[in-house]
């Protein structure tokens, strides 16, 4: 999703009593004996899955899906919350899904759109939930926590210091990666210990990317991307000239795509060599998706939707009628979905041609995830979570 503000204070004054402030830190364990949860063994999904469980599809951040069923833009069903809907969803392996709202509820609906069951937080929900194999669903809050909820019940949740605007990603190994507003990355064991916390220089509004060798790379509103160890050592950092807020996507050979407000998109090595750079007329706060063939996809503020070869060229672009701040999802026939702030769904084909349109009621911060069965789910600031089939 896109960061909207600079920070909590403003958001408390434009959201006012929905946003309910950055609470101070408290931790809530399982029990009342305040020991720790048993940690979810079970393990997240590669990039070949065909379920959507974080930001971005997979740990790796592609935007990509395995499922490729054919899809004509028709609304299967539309569920109201009566709330803005920035975050983007998450789908298990049982096709439900899961999504927060401005009014601090989280949701889990059925493929068929039917509350199964919804949380209430102490602040709103802006970013996107992960969810475990084990049915585990981890979500950050603007009270400044993350949560870990199961089948509606609290497990626990840890303080990451400020507003959480940074989606949580899953790592194979189990562990949650989650940015924050206090200028800093943390890493989250599944039992809810904070295994360490990594200072930056600035604000954490992107969600971290995982390498195939278990390293991270994120970026932050210091204009800096940083590459972490396991253990959140500094490997390495790369300057842009804006603010970081679009989420790393990598590649199969393991190279890093990244946009910044500086209006580009920067194509960097494992060793940390910038590749390319490609200009955009905006700044590029949508995370890049990467396409079966090794395309990249992402939208800017220009109104556009851009599509480059591996090598930087640009394949096409598409405009549309508002800033593209929505990450694009690509089936694995290669249409693109992403959403635009003119209030429409986008499906594109791999050949640059519009397939189809369909207006929400609002803007459409949220970024679409694809469902196994193919189905388009995507959220839209006038309270609506759509799918399309």
Same mark, same amino acid.
């Given at each position: 999703?896109?960061?909207?503000?600079?920070?909590?204070?403003?958001?408390?004054?434009?959201?006012?009593?929905?946003?309910?402030?950055? *609470?101070?830190?408290?931790? #809530?364990?399982?029990?009342?004996?305040?020991?720790?949860?048993?940690?979810?063994?079970?393990?997240?999904?590669?990039?070949?899955? #065909?379920?959507?469980?974080?930001?971005?599809?997979?740990?790796?951040?592609?935007?990509? +899906?395995?499922?490729?069923?054919?899809?004509?833009?028709?609304?299967?069903?539309?569920?109201?919350?009566?709330?803005?809907?920035?975050?983007?969803?998450?789908?298990?392996?049982?096709?439900?899904?899961?999504?927060?709202?401005?009014?601090?509820? %989280?949701?889990?609906?059925?493929?068929?759109?039917?509350?199964?069951?919804?949380?209430?937080?102490?602040?709103?929900?802006?970013?996107?939930?992960?969810? +475990?194999?084990?049915?585990?669903?981890?979500?950050?809050?603007?009270?400044?926590?993350? @949560?870990?909820?199961?089948?509606?019940?609290?497990?626990?949740?840890?303080?990451?210091?400020?507003?959480?605007? *940074?989606?949580?990603?899953?790592?194979?190994?189990? #562990?949650?990666?989650?940015?924050?507003?206090?200028?800093?990355?943390?890493?989250?064991?599944?039992?809810?210990?904070?295994?360490?916390?990594?200072?930056?220089?600035?604000?954490?509004?992107?969600?971290?990317?995982?390498?195939?060798?278990?390293?991270?790379?994120?970026? *932050?509103?210091?204009?800096?991307?940083?590459? %972490?160890?396991?253990?959140?050592? %500094?490997?390495?950092?790369?300057?842009?000239? &804006?603010?970081?807020? +679009?989420?790393?996507?990598?590649?199969?050979?393991? #190279?890093?795509?990244?946009?910044?407000?500086?209006?580009?998109?920067?194509?960097?090595?494992?060793?940390?060599?910038?590749?390319?750079?490609?200009?955009?007329?905006?700044?590029?706060?949508?995370?890049?998706?990467?396409?079966?063939? &090794?395309?990249?996809?992402?939208?800017?503020?220009?109104?556009?939707?851009?599509?480059?070869?591996?090598?930087?060229?640009?394949?096409?672009?598409?405009?549309?009628?508002?800033?593209?701040?929505? *990450?694009?999802?690509?089936?694995?026939?290669?249409?693109?979905?992403?959403?635009?702030?003119? &209030?429409?769904?986008?499906?594109?084909?791999?050949? &640059?041609?519009?397939?189809?349109?369909?207006?929400?009621?609002?803007?459409?911060?949220? +970024?679409?995830?694809?469902?196994?069965?193919?189905?388009?789910?995507?959220?839209?600031?006038?309270?609506? %979570? @759509?799918?399309?089939?």
């Amino acid at each position: 999703m896109r960061r909207r503000t600079p920070g909590c204070a403003i958001l408390v004054a434009v959201i006012g009593a929905l946003v309910g402030g950055c *609470s101070p830190p408290v931790r #809530t364990t399982c029990t009342p004996a305040g020991t720790a949860c048993a940690p979810d063994e079970r393990r997240v999904a590669s990039a070949r899955a #065909t379920h959507w469980p974080m930001f971005r599809h997979d740990a790796g951040h592609t935007g990509g +899906s395995p499922a490729s069923q054919p899809t004509t833009g028709a609304l299967a069903w539309a569920f109201d919350t009566k709330s803005e809907i920035w975050s983007s969803p998450a789908i298990d392996r049982e096709g439900r899904i899961y999504f927060g709202t401005i009014d601090r509820r %989280l949701y889990a609906l059925s493929p068929e759109g039917k509350v199964d069951w919804s949380f209430e937080l102490e602040g709103s929900v802006g970013s996107s939930p992960a969810v +475990s194999d084990a049915g585990v669903v981890y979500v950050g809050s603007f009270d400044g926590h993350l @949560y870990a909820i199961e089948a509606g019940r609290l497990l626990w949740r840890v303080p990451v210091k400020n507003c959480a605007f *940074s989606s949580p990603t899953l790592s194979p190994d189990g #562990t949650v990666y989650v940015g924050s507003n206090a200028w800093r990355v943390f890493a989250v064991g599944p039992d809810g210990v904070i295994r360490w916390q990594r200072p930056t220089g600035a604000d954490v509004a992107t969600s971290p990317a995982v390498l195939d060798d278990g390293a991270l790379v994120v970026g *932050s509103d210091d204009a800096f991307v940083y590459f %972490l160890g396991r253990d959140g050592s %500094l490997r390495r950092r790369f300057q842009t000239r &804006g603010p970081v807020r +679009s989420s790393a996507a990598v590649a199969a050979d393991g #190279t890093v795509y990244v946009g910044s407000d500086d209006g580009r998109l920067y194509a960097i090595a494992r060793d940390g060599e910038v590749r390319w750079s490609f200009e955009a007329k905006a700044p590029i706060q949508s995370s890049p998706a990467i396409a079966p063939d &090794g395309t990249v996809v992402f939208g800017s503020a220009d109104k556009a939707v851009y599509a480059l070869f591996p090598d930087g060229r640009l394949r096409w672009l598409v405009v549309t009628g508002g800033a593209v701040s929505s *990450s694009p999802a690509i089936a694995a026939d290669g249409t693109v979905y992403v959403g635009s702030d003119d &209030g429409s769904v986008h499906a594109i084909g791999m050949d &640059g041609r519009v397939r189809w349109a369909r207006r929400t009621g609002g803007a459409v911060f949220s +970024s679409p995830a694809i469902a196994p069965n193919g189905m388009v789910i995507v959220g839209s600031t006038d309270g609506r %979570l @759509y799918a399309f089939r």
